[in-house]
């Protein structure tokens, strides 16, 4: 099994609180997110400036796309992102756009599954030519305050893994959750507050770069495709 | 019947191209929306830049909410929006956080109609508290290069005021469209390029208000609420 990278979700009100943490934090860092929060705070700018600092990371846009597809993921491919996000709820026409945006750039998109996808829509999906998932912890659990990932979880993403996607495991990891991860595979590990308002994000960043290798091994980090 | 009010839909790549039409066209315009290209390539400086450059006119920032919709909304309220939007591919919880936070502003939220949507979650929609909806012309058609608007795009709209909804038209209307919308009851009729790409955007603009006088009547346009 590869070992899973390491993504810092960067999901400020501006620019700057973005930098900082994410300067600190970079030696240990395998994907940049431009979150979707920081998208809208900032625009493209953002995107533009943390492919400028950070040219041979891997860059994300987390932009959500649910529709008019086309010249939003233009306007994320144009600024620097490697990766652009759409939400399970966009229709099968706007994905493909988005995919043919991605393809005739090399670039990548991924899915953000959000309340409501069933397996059948997976599976159609997949047979569209989506790689790429992002996958939560159940929330109804989070509803509850209950912030523990469940077995079902788990389940949930092995069986994504099964249909051929590559898995990002969403916000919300702790270093301590990562051994419950074992024998799942994952593409990518979401961190976002537990690194960025670490008292040294860089310490934090690397506290989960360690984790993940206890996990997965130290090999090479999976391909960035 | 209330005469509608006419949105100017500002769908450009950065903020100067939208500057430019909009100062010419302000006059004729009610709602300046802030589209979803314009707030993604320059965020929320451009609403704020909407904002204080027409503080007596509706503002729209086009954010289509699919999730984090709280913070989402705050964004968009704070640069000083009076409404945003969510996609119907957003989960009713997202949806009354949307709601919430606009109430607590006395700001309002519509709703985007996008392909998939039915009438069972219309009415719940509606029972959650959301007071406006987008309706699109039958995709279907577009797809096939057909843009009239069909008997059925008027039967959908009329059905959606029934239900106690205020009709946004979504872009495309064009000035000799107009008539063919008497007797429906609509809100708001989006225009786009037809103004903004017009050689005088003024006198576009003022053919559309003429228009929509002709088949509404001259009366106070609805109220912004």
Redo the contacts between chains.
């Keep these: 099994m590869h070992r899973p990278m390491l993504q810092l979700a960067l999901d400020t009100?501006d620019l700057p609180s973005a930098l900082g943490p994410m300067q600190r934090a970079a030696t240990h860092i395998d994907v940049v997110e431009a979150g979707?929060?920081l998208?809208?705070?900032?625009?493209?700018?953002?995107v533009r400036a943390l492919r400028a600092l950070y040219p041979d990371k891997v860059l994300l846009a987390d932009?959500?796309i649910?529709?008019?597809g086309s010249?939003?993921a233009k306007?994320?491919f144009d600024a620097g992102a490697d990766w652009v996000t759409v939400?399970?709820?966009?229709?099968p026409?706007t994905m493909e756009v988005v995919l043919g945006e991605a393809r005739k750039r090399e670039r990548d998109v991924q899915l953000?599954l959000?309340?409501?996808w069933t397996w059948a829509q997976a599976a159609d999906w997949r047979a569209l030519g989506i790689e790429q998932v992002i996958a939560h912890r159940s929330r109804d659990g989070e509803?509850l305050g209950d912030l523990s990932w469940k077995p079902g979880d788990f389940d949930e993403m092995r069986r994504l893994a099964d249909l051929g996607f590559k898995v990002t495991v969403a916000g919300g990891v702790e270093v301590d959750d990562l051994p419950r991860f074992a024998g799942v595979p994952i593409h990518v590990f979401t961190v976002g507050r537990a690194i960025r308002a670490a008292a040294d994000p860089a310490v934090a960043a690397k506290a989960f770069q360690e984790a993940i290798a206890r996990v997965y091994g130290a090999g090479e980090p999976v391909a960035a495709g």
């Design positions: 009100f979707t929060i998208c809208y705070a900032e625009g493209m700018h953002a932009v959500r649910a529709e008019a010249i939003i306007l994320a939400v399970s709820g966009a229709t026409a953000e959000i309340d409501g509803a």
